[in-house]
Structures are given as structure tokens and as C-alpha cells.
């Protein structure tokens, strides 16, 4: 089947031959890649392809070479940007690319070279290491960030495609995700082959002529930006400006979101689906004016590649523009059209041109897709599916014909029917068994990039997408009747009137449609995100499955077994105790899982405003997790209590059941708003003090104990009958002689006020098994020195493992009487970088030294993931 297509052998070697080398895959993962290149290697020479097997080799020799020089190339640049980070710098290179957002202009930079030294080059310097490592610095590609309120009349003059620029300014830092589920944007720029982002400060022609091609596409595309703002409304407008323009600026962040979770956000990137549409009418438009094929397919080829320019040059648009010159290729030579070996063509040169286009999503789910969809249609029982497509193809077309020469013929259109339907229910198993494999292998995509499946996006996608068209018609009349005097001519305002209507209508329909299959019961199937180990068996099984069925009864047995096997593939939730501790910035942010008990512990942020959306939904949503059973925030400010507060306001889809609350929140009015949510989400509320606990069994089940907690919106009663259910100290602490969890109160002493929120802080400690580890928000020195004496009231040791410091670290926390006591071997520091109130402070990490307290600090490592089994912890950094 494959063997008749050297183009994608020759692909898969060449992809292969760069995974391997990929530093960010784990060294097992690349073992079993180079183990797949054996097995293919010896495959072929054992079928005798000699001039295959040897042009494999060359193909994949040639591309890890181009890989590794790229990356380390890359590397390097990368290097380059940290050693410079905090310093001014002069940056030079030429303007390939500008785009419109909404308070700065965006422009991609080539051939750059920055310097640090803002006076002129000292000649006798040129040796020294300092001096090279920070001048003469070039880049292949940067991101420049110009404001907009710099450019305009009498201030800095606004760069154009071709322009070569001189910018004063200096080097953004890149975050990288440290967080499961986060957004990594270094490994987005890495993918588009961009090294770093630079803020300009002042800016200056070095040469103004610009390309007179790339000037014109560039004020045509500002023009017609300006034009589709002028004419919609906002939210349409930034439909459109994405549909036409390649422009997803305008579209807010709520919009992308829906799209996202309806399972139709190809539509808002310029793809295959844009470039086919347009690409195709323009041909057949150009045909049926008499031009010749050949002259056909040169303007309609020069009109895409200008498309494609003017759009921002996407991989999924290169993906299809190369395909479409394949195709036009093909129709001059007399070939046919051999879609698999197009697309193997179009992988191999861009992973040429642009190596590093592996790291892009984009690229990924582009190809991926598109290749699945291929190799499906080569899957067993392709000679009678094409047998029954042509038939039916046959009879349309007979029918199309006859109705052009003679219209009349519309009276047998009964008769046309009694044929085209039996023909079309005998290819609908086809179509349904093709389109249940093609969503059933794009699942471990979904898995990865967001850890859920719409379920309604297939009949969602046949729905919608075939008035796209519409779309383009509809807008492209529009724009076209707005350059036009339409106050001179009743007609035309008519018209132009009603193509805006029936767009705006469109649109309307258009979220409507998602809306309402969001709305429909199990819209989102959440998967988490899936092991690299799982995703491989998954597709081995569904290669073996659906490639190479032995019969019809083995095979219809296997398809059950695969399908009832699907949750195997999934994460599922811990048998022992698992504390993540996120990174959030500056802030605190704890994760409890333990079986089916999900437990959070503050979760706020102000450092990263987004916090809520772009880390700890996503976490949830990477760890499959849809409801949590107990959400504790140790006091009112911002940076405990934003993720919990954004759930409770807008993210129905996790469930919460109990809130806990420091006791003083009963009549304090800073709680106001957080009683109402929960109230208004189902949610219990406990007000927590001196005393109160929660145990757990294996099974994450919340066990009855004596609870002092005051509950609102509950139904639980306060239990006297602990002593019935587990055994008991002198003091009434249940005696962990198991792997229960425990969460025990030891501050605040009451529910008197407390004015400042730091000193009414929840202490609370965790223990399981012989794991201990105590939870101290933001408490300061005064509330930990009555924690540790109502520890001793309790006759309950303070010895702990893990020591949550105080404060993020503050000087007014974490004294040594307290570090002494506690005598933790780990002190975990949640802080965010850069952070404008000094944390840590120094004397408190130099305490830590003292006590030999271990430091784990989040802004240094990112998310810490603590696992125990009760006996035993291990402490790891999964995104460092």
C-alpha cells in the first residue's frame, strides 16, 4: 500500500530522523523512535526496494544534520537573549511582516543584529569574551512590539514591509510553561522560528524603500481591516478580520474559548479550508471565461501565494498552498492526484525549509489531521468504496447535464431519486464508519492540546461549514459595495443593506449553533491529558485493529474490546496521596488528590492576571478533573483566593461542593461576595477554628468525625459519635494508625474579627500515614507562635516534612522559634519572579539555611509535585 509512495517513506524518515534529536522528548520516547527507524529500515531492505532504502537513508541523514544545525543554531540565540535580558540594546533587520493589534503594532523582524554597547565599538575590546557575547549578535527571526501611540504624525515613523529599522529598546522574557496544561509560548515562537520578543523604545529608518508588492498588500489588508470595522459590529467584525485578514486580534478571549470548546476553531485560522475555497473558485471562475488550464493555474497560483503573503504565512496555509501547486502541477503533466504523496511532498519541504516547525501546533494538527483523514482512505475495502462513489458521482453528473441541456427533464426528478437514494444509503456505512475512525484517531490529539473531545463537533462541522462559502460571498459583497457611491443609487444601498443583514444573520446562526450543542447533556467529553506511552499503544492498537483485520467476527470482537478499552488509555487519579503545589505567580496555589478526593488549598494570583483561565482551568482540565470536593482559602486576599473565585463565577463545567472559610469570615465582610458565589454554585460553606478536622478513608471519602466548623447551606449535623468510628487520644484527635488523610485546624483560635486578613489565616496541618505537612497561608509571626501553642494544648506534635512558609517568605513570617520547632526537612517558598515586595526576604531563606531547611520555590522550579504513599514522599519538578 505504502510501498507505490516513495514520497512518504521518505517523510517518515525525515520526521523520524528529527524526534529523535528533539532534546524535549524523554530519552525512552526517542529509543522507541529509533526503534520504529530500524524496523522500517529493515522492512524495506527485506522487500528488495534497494533505491528506496538508500534514499530513505540519505533523506533522513540530510534532515537530522539540517535539524541539529537549526536547533543548535537556535540554542544559541536563545543563550544570547538571557546573557542581555536586563540590558538596553540596539536591534537591526529588515520588516517582513506588520500586524495591527489593539494598543501596539507587531512586526517580524529577519536577518537581525543587535548590539548592547549604545556608544560606538571600541576596537580594542574585540577580543574580550564580555564584548562579543553582547554585540554583533545576530538572529534569524524576532518579534518587534512597537506601541502605537509612538507611531502616527510627528512621532516615530511606523515601518513597512521591506524597510530595513534601527530600534532602540530591550529583550521580554519568555515564560515557559510550569504548569501541567499551561500554554508554552517560548515553544510556540520556537515552532515559528522566532528566538525573542523585543520592546521597542524609539525607532528609525535605516533604508525607507520598501518592496512596492509587500507596501501595497499591507495597505490594502489596513484598508480593508478599517473597512470591516466601519461596516459590522464588533463581534462580527473580528469574525471577519479573522476569516479574510488572518487577523485573530480583534477576537476576545471568551469568543476563542467557545470556538475552541464547539470543536470548529479551524475556521479561524487561515487553512487548507480558505485557500481550497478561494483557490478553487477562482479557478473554475477563470475557466469559464475561456482561459487556457495552464494559464488557469499560473494566476490562480500567483492570487493564493499573495493570499498567503497577505495573511501572515501560517504552516497549515504553506501546508495547503504547496498542495494546491502540486495539484496545478499534476493537471498540466496528465497526472492523477495522489493526496497522500502531496502531503508527504509539502512535510518534507517545510521541515527543510524550517525544521524547527515541528515545535508548532499549528503545523502538528495540520498535517496529522490530514494525514489520518489520507490513510483511512487506504484502509481495507477501498476498491468497493470507490466503486460505489463513482457510481453515484456518475449518476449526479448525468443528471446535472441533462438538466443544462434540458430544464424540462426536472419533471423526472422522481425517477432520479428512486436511483441516487439506494445508491447513496450503500456508500452511508462507508461515510459513517470513515468519519467514526477519523474523530476516534484524532481523539489523543484532543488529549493533548485540550484535554477534552466536543462530542457534537462532528455533526457541529457538517452543519456549519458549507455556509463558509456564504461567508465569503456575503463579505466580500459587502466590502466591495461600501467603495462604491451608494447614496447616488437606491439599489446599491439596498443591496449593500441586505448582504450586511443576512452576514450579520449568518453569524448569529453561527453562535447559536454552538451555544446551544454546548448546552446539550455530555458536550464535552473530558480525556486529560494522556501519557506519551499511552498515546503510542493507542495508535498501535488502532493500526493493528483497523489495518490488518484477520475477519469479520475477529475483527468486529477486537473493534468492542478497543472501544470499552478507551478509558484505560485516560489519566486516572492517584491511588496515594498527590500534593502539587503550582506555580502561580505571586500567590499560593495547592492541588490535593488522593483517589477520587480532590482538595484544593487557596489558588490566587496577582502577578498573572489570567491566572484562573490560562493555569489552574487548564490544570484541572489536564488531570481530568471535573468536581472538587473541598476548596479551602486561608484568608480574603487576592493572590489565595482569584481561582476559586473565577470557578465559582464562571466555570460551571467544575463542580464544587464544600467551601472552608477561616472563622472570622461569619460576619466579615470581605467574605461577602465568596459566601454568595458559593451560595448561588450549590456549594456547603465551613467556617473553620481551633479543632476542626476532616479524615478521609482509602477511598477519598469524607469519614464522620467531630467537627466544631459552623456550616451554611448543609444538611450535615454535627456528629458526637467520633468515638464509635475511630480510636481516640486523650484529647480527641483521631489516631492516624492507618493511611487515612487527616486535615486538622490549628488556627484561628475563634471567630472573633481579626481586621488584618494575614492574621486570621487558616493553619492547618496534613497528615497520612507517617507524612506530615503543614499549610500556613499568610499568617505572621504573633498567629504562628499561637499555632504552635495550641499544638501543645492538643498534646498534637508540630514535627513536620514540608513546611508551606508563611508569606511567600516575608520577614514578618517564619520566625526562628517557629522553623526550630517545626523542624521540616523541606521549606516550599511560593513566590513569583521579580516580585515588587522582595520575596523572599533574605533573613528568612538564611533562616532556612540555618535550621537546614531544603528550599523548594516555585518562581525557580515551577509546579512541585509531592507524592506519598505514607511511608515514603518523593519530591519532583515536572516542568523544570
Known amino acids: 500500500m505504502f510501498l507505490s509512495r516513495p514520497l512518504f517513506f521518505l517523510a517518515l524518515f525525515a520526521l523520524l530522523g528529527e524526534l529523535i534529536l528533539t532534546p524535549e522528548i524523554p530519552f525512552s520516547y526517542r529509543f522507541l523512535f529509533l526503534f520504529f527507524l530500524l524496523f522500517l529500515s529493515l522492512f524495506l531492505f527485506r522487500q528488495k526496494k534497494n533505491r528506496l532504502f538508500f534514499c530513505s537513508l540519505l533523506c533522513l541523514t540530510l534532515f537530522m544534520l539540517n535539524f541539529y544545525s537549526v536547533n543548535h543554531r537556535y540554542r544559541r540565540e536563545r543563550e544570547s537573549i538571557d546573557y542581555i535580558l536586563p540590558l538596553q540594546a540596539v536591534l537591526r533587520g529588515k520588516v517582513m511582516y506588520v500586524e495591527e493589534q489593539e494598543k501596539k503594532w507587531k512586526l517580524l523582524l529577519s536577518a537581525c543584529i543587535v548590539d548592547t554597547a549604545l556608544e560606538k565599538k571600541n576596537s580594542s575590546l574585540k577580543n574580550e569574551e564580555k564584548y562579543q557575547r553582547r554585540n554583533d549578535l545576530h538572529f534569524q527571526k524576532l518579534i518587534l512590539y512597537l506601541p502605537k501611540e509612538s507611531t502616527g504624525e510627528g512621532s516615530m515613523p511606523l515601518p513597512l514591509p521591506g524597510q530595513i529599522c534601527s530600534v532602540k529598546g530591550h529583550f521580554l522574557e519568555l515564560s515557559p510553561a510550569t504548569n501541567e496544561g499551561e500554554f508554552s509560548l517560548p515553544s510556540y515562537y520556537k515552532g515559528e522560528g522566532i528566538s525573542g520578543v523585543f520592546q521597542a523604545k524609539t525607532i528609525e529608518l535605516v533604508r525607507g524603500e520598501s518592496s512596492p508588492f509587500a507596501k501595497e498588500l499591507f495597505t490594502l ?111 498540466q503533466l496528465g497526472k492523477g492526484k495522489d493526496l497522500l504523496s502531496q502531503l508527504s511532498f509539502a512535510l518534507l519541504f517545510l521541515l527543510w525549509l524550517n525544521p524547527l516547525s515541528l515545535y508548532s501546533v499549528g503545523m502538528q494538527c495540520s498535517f496529522f489531521t490530514l494525514f489520518v483523514f489520507f490513510l483511512l482512505e487506504e484502509r481495507p475495502g477501498k476498491t468497493v468504496r470507490k466503486k460505489k462513489e463513482k457510481v453515484l458521482s456518475k449518476i449526479c453528473k448525468k443528471h446535472k447535464l441533462a438538466f443544462s441541456k434540458h430544464p424540462s427533464v426536472l419533471l423526472k426528478f422522481p425517477s432520479f431519486l428512486s436511483k441516487l437514494i439506494p445508491c447513496f444509503l450503500s456508500t452511508l456505512p462507508h461515510r459513517l464508519q470513515g468519519s467514526f475512525l477519523f474523530y476516534l484517531t484524532l481523539l489523543p490529539l484532543f488529549s493533548l492540546i485540550q484535554f477534552s473531545f466536543p462530542l457534537y463537533a462532528p455533526l457541529l462541522n457538517l452543519l456549519l461549514l458549507p455556509l463558509l462559502p456564504f461567508f465569503f460571498l456575503l463579505g466580500a459583497v459587502s466590502i466591495f459595495l461600501s467603495y462604491l457611491p451608494e447614496q447616488d443609487f437606491l439599489l446599491l444601498r439596498l443591496l449593500s443593506f441586505s ?140 493572590d489565595h483566593i482569584s481561582g476559586i473565585q473565577a470557578l465559582l463565577e464562571k466555570n460551571p463545567s467544575i463542580g464544587l461542593s464544600h467551601l472552608i472559610l477561616p472563622a472570622s469570615a461569619l460576619e466579615d465582610h470581605r467574605y461577602d461576595l465568596l459566601k454568595r458565589l458559593a451560595y448561588n454554585h450549590g456549594a456547603d460553606i465551613f467556617y473553620w477554628q481551633k479543632g476542626d478536622e476532616l479524615v ?86 504573633e498567629s504562628e507562635e499561637a499555632l504552635l501553642e495550641n499544638c501543645r494544648e492538643t498534646e498534637a506534635s508540630p514535627i513536620v516534612d514540608v513546611l508551606k512558609l508563611a508569606h511567600h517568605g516575608s520577614k514578618t513570617s517564619s520566625c526562628p522559634s517557629f522553623l526550630s520547632e517545626t523542624r521540616a526537612k523541606f521549606a516550599l517558598f511560593s513566590y513569583g519572579k521579580k516580585n515588587r515586595y522582595g520575596h523572599p526576604h533574605k533573613s528568612t531563606v538564611e533562616n532556612c539555611k540555618k535550621y537546614r531547611l531544603f528550599p523548594l520555590e516555585t518562581a525557580k522550579l515551577g509546579e512541585i509535585l509531592i507524592k506519598t504513599n505514607g511511608e515514603q514522599f518523593e519530591i519532583t519538578a515536572p516542568q523544570a
Open 221 to 331: 489588508k489596513q484598508s480593508l481591516g478599517n473597512r470591516i470595522d466601519a461596516l459590522f459590529p464588533e463581534e462580527t467584525a473580528g469574525f471577519l478580520k479573522s476569516l479574510f485578514l488572518g487577523e485573530r486580534s480583534g477576537i476576545t478571549l471568551s469568543e476563542k474559548n467557545l470556538y475552541q470548546s464547539a470543536g470548529i476553531s479551524h475556521i479561524l485560522a487561515i487553512s487548507g479550508l480558505h485557500l481550497s475555497l478561494l483557490g478553487g473558485f477562482f479557478y473554475r471562475l477563470l475557466r469559464k471565461i475561456k482561459l487556457s488550464s495552464l494559464l488557469s493555474s499560473l494566476i490562480t497560483s500567483f492570487f493564493l501565494f499573495s493570499y498567503f503573503l497577505f495573511t501572515g504565512s501560517s504552516h497549515s496555509a504553506f501546508r495547503a498552498l504547496f498542495m494546491l501547486f502540486l495539484r496545478f502541477a499534476a493537471i
Open 696 to 781: 478521609f478513608s482509602e477511598q477519598g471519602i469524607c469519614l464522620p468525625t467531630k467537627v466544631n466548623a459552623m456550616a451554611e447551606n448543609s444538611t450535615i449535623a454535627e456528629n458526637s459519635t467520633m468515638a464509635e468510628n475511630h480510636a481516640m487520644t486523650k484529647k480527641g484527635w483521631p489516631y492516624t494508625k492507618d493511611h487515612q488523610l487527616h486535615i486538622r485546624c490549628f488556627y484561628p483560635n475563634d471567630s472573633s474579627h481579626i481586621e488584618e486578613a494575614n492574621a486570621h489565616s487558616i493553619g492547618c496541618l496534613l497528615e497520612y500515614g507517617h507524612f506530615r505537612m503543614l499549610f500556613t497561608g499568610d499568617m505572621p509571626k
Open 499 to 638: 448582504s450586511r443583514f443576512l452576514l450579520n444573520l449568518l453569524f448569529q446562526f453561527f453562535h447559536l449553533c454552538m451555544e446551544k450543542s454546548l448546552a446539550l447533556p455530555f458536550s464535552q467529553i473530558l480525556l486529560g491529558k494522556m501519557q506519551a506511552l499511552s498515546v503510542m499503544l493507542y495508535f498501535l492498537f488502532l493500526y493493528l485493529l483497523f489495518f490488518f483485520p484477520k475477519a469479520k467476527s475477529l475483527s468486529l470482537l477486537l473493534s468492542l474490546g478497543f472501544l470499552l478499552s478507551l478509558p484505560l488509555y485516560l489519566p486516572k487519579p492517584p491511588k496515594e496521596l498527590e500534593i502539587a503545589a503550582l506555580d502561580v505567580g505571586q500567590g499560593d496555589g495547592f492541588v490535593l488528590r488522593k483517589g477520587k478526593l480532590v482538595f484544593t488549598i487557596d489558588n490566587g494570583s496577582t502577578s498573572k492576571n489570567l491566572f484562573p483561565e490560562q493555569i489552574f482551568f487548564p490544570y484541572c482540565k489536564a488531570k481530568r478533573i471535573q468536581h472538587i470536593d473541598y476548596a479551602l482559602l486561608t484568608h480574603c486576599d487576592r
